[in-house]
């Protein structure tokens, strides 16, 4: 493990279940981020929180409702989720989002099947 | 905002040969360009990382270029082995509202032929 833990790893929902993604790091960075991975597609940056401040919604639906409690914990809540939400859900952080930070560390994802 | 075009999609190569992979950036503002791997099933890892004020940064068998006046920027792989075969992501970072924001390019998969 690299210091940031996404669970569950495999997910299969319902499209009218609620579930929950988790990530933790321990790395004390403070900036994590949600990733969409879809095949053939670049990564597609979801939320970004920033010292459990979200600094960036990338026009996602409704349907998934991010949650920093602290800046070593994020979530994503799915609701009501479309088949075409099946994706690798990929969490990262970075030390921070200022001009200063630079690569981030990814946590291994989340494979999201919507049935 | 930045978009990252990244070519080829896929790239087979035998082993011991040389793999390059291309990105252009559309934002003069990014200053900094990071590669990532991402073997399959595997989470995406920084392999190589290049700012805007330097032309050329190696380590080992991978190098990075970066060209500022034509926006692009550049992957090399030497001596390949079968253990480079994954997908590789090029990405720029540059202002989004006052945000550095990361963009990808769509990835390319090397395949590296034993």
């Known amino acids: 493990e690299t210091g940031v833990t996404q669970t569950p790893r495999h997910l299969v929902m319902g499209m009218t279940n609620k579930k929950s993604l988790k990530c933790e790091q321990h790395l004390g960075h403070n900036a994590m981020y949600w990733y969409k991975q879809s095949a053939k597609k670049p990564l597609e940056l979801m939320f970004v929180?920033?010292?459990?401040?979200?600094?960036e919604n990338n026009s996602v639906p409704s349907r998934f409702s991010p949650e920093c409690p602290n800046s070593s914990h994020l979530f994503l809540h799915l609701h009501t989720l479309q088949p075409e939400d099946s994706a690798l859900y990929l969490c990262?952080?970075?030390?921070?989002?200022?001009?200063?930070?630079?690569?981030?560390?990814f946590g291994s994802g989340t494979r999201l099947t919507v049935v | 905002g930045e978009n990252v075009e990244q070519h080829p999609s896929t790239l087979s190569v035998q082993e011991g040969d040389s793999a390059v992979i291309k990105c252009t950036y559309s934002d003069s503002a990014s200053n900094y360009f990071p590669w990532y791997k991402q073997e399959l099933g595997k989470r995406p890892q920084l392999i190589i990382d290049i700012r805007s004020n330097v032309g050329e940064k190696k380590d080992q068998r991978i190098a990075v270029t970066l060209n500022k006046t034509a926006k692009h920027f550049s992957l090399h792989i030497t001596e390949t082995q079968p253990e480079d075969s994954a997908v590789y992501f090029c990405a720029a970072k540059g202002n989004s509202g006052g945000y550095q924001k990361v963009t990808f390019g769509i990835g390319t998969k090397l395949q590296v032929i034993p």
């Open positions: 990262a952080s970075s030390q921070d989002v200022s001009p200063g930070a630079h690569g981030y560390t």
């Open positions: 929180y920033n010292f459990k401040e979200q600094t």
